[in-house]
C-alpha cells in the first residue's frame, strides 16, 4: 500500500465508521426520539412548492418547533399548528437594500416600528436585518451607516423585547456584493451598537464558503450569535454525506457553547421527498 492508497483507505474508514451511520440513522429518527438539546426550525422558502399549512403539519410531525422567514401574514398559519416563527420579516425590502444604505432608513425605521410590536404580540422573539450591497461604500462607512439606522430600530426592539438579527451572507457565490460577508464585520457592528438585542444569524454555509473555520468562530464569538442556518457546501442542498460539513460535530459545538437559540434547515432538496431530507436534516442536527 503506498502512500496515496493509505490516505484513500483511512478516509473511507473514518466515512464508513463514523459519518454514513450517524447521518443514515437520521432519516429513522422520530418526533420521540429527538434529544432537545437543539431547538429546531426550518425556512419555509425551501419548500415553497408545499403550501404553509401542508408544511406546517408535517414539521410538526418532523418534530420541529419552528417555520421561519415568514411575514406578518404568515404567522397564525404556522401558530395554530403549535409552531412558532423563530425568524420573522419585518420589512419588504430584500437583502441587497440593507441598513448600509441612509436612503432606506427612513422606511426601516416605519417598517420595523409597525412590526415588531406585531411579533411581540404573537410571542415572537426575533426578526432580521440585512446589511444590504456595499454598492463602492468602504467596511467602516457601511458600519457606520448600519449603526446609525439600526440604533433607532433598536429602541423599539428593546421596549417589546425583540432581538434583531442580521444575516452573515456569502459575497462570492450567492449574494455577490453583500456587505456582511464576514463574522469579524458582523461582531464590530454588535459591539458598535453595545444592545442586548442586536445579535447576529450565524449561516453556517455561507461562513464555510467565505472564512471556514465554523466551530471555532462560533465558540469565539458565541455572545454576539442569536441564532444558526444550514446548508449543505457546496451547492446549499442536503447537509448528509454528500457534502464537505459534518454537521453533528458543528451542533455539538454549538450545543457546548449553551445556546438555547434555534437552528434553522435552510438547505434546497436535491431529492423527490424533499420532507424526507428535511427529517434527516432534523435528525443529523439533533445531538
Known amino acids: 500500500m503506498n502512500r496515496k492508497q493509505a490516505i484513500r483507505t483511512m478516509a473511507t474508514t473514518a466515512v464508513s465508521v463514523v459519518a454514513l451511520p450517524e447521518i443514515a440513522k437520521a432519516m429513522n429518527t422520530l418526533p420521540a426520539d429527538l434529544k432537545n438539546n437543539i431547538n429546531h426550525s426550518v425556512c419555509q422558502w425551501c419548500y415553497n412548492s408545499i403550501p404553509l399549512e401542508d408544511l406546517a403539519k408535517a414539521a410538526k410531525d418532523i418534530g420541529l418547533k419552528s417555520i421561519e422567514l415568514l411575514g406578518p401574514d404568515q404567522w397564525a398559519t404556522v401558530q395554530k399548528h403549535g409552531l412558532t416563527c423563530a425568524m420573522a420579516y419585518a420589512t419588504d425590502l430584500g437583502l441587497d437594500k440593507g441598513f448600509n444604505n441612509p436612503a432606506h432608513h427612513e422606511k426601516f425605521l416605519k417598517d420595523y416600528s409597525l412590526n415588531i410590536p406585531k411579533a411581540a404580540d404573537a410571542g415572537l422573539k ?19 451607516n448600519c449603526a446609525v439606522g439600526l440604533a433607532p430600530v433598536l429602541k423599539v426592539a428593546e421596549k417589546y423585547n425583540i432581538t434583531v438579527q442580521m444575516e452573515l451572507l456569502n459575497s462570492k457565490v450567492d449574494h455577490k456584493d453583500y456587505q456582511c460577508d464576514h463574522t469579524e464585520w458582523g461582531v464590530k457592528l454588535c459591539e458598535k451598537l453595545g444592545s442586548p438585542n442586536f445579535k447576529l444569524l450565524y449561516d453556517i454555509y455561507h461562513m464555510q464558503i467565505m472564512e471556514g473555520d465554523v466551530i471555532a468562530t462560533i465558540r469565539k464569538h458565541q455572545k454576539y450569535i442569536g441564532h444558526y442556518h444550514t446548508g449543505g457546501v457546496p451547492g446549499r442542498h442536503e447537509i448528509d454525506e454528500t457534502q464537505e460539513l459534518y454537521y453533528p460535530a458543528i451542533m455539538r459545538a454549538i450545543v457546548e457553547t449553551g445556546f438555547k437559540g434555534f437552528v434553522a434547515q435552510e438547505f434546497i432538496p436535491k431529492r423527490p421527498d424533499k420532507l424526507a431530507s428535511l427529517k434527516q436534516g432534523v435528525g443529523i442536527c439533533d445531538v
Open 126 to 144: 426575533s426578526v432580521i436585518c440585512f446589511s444590504g450591497n456595499v454598492n463602492g461604500l468602504s467596511s467602516e462607512k457601511g458600519l457606520e
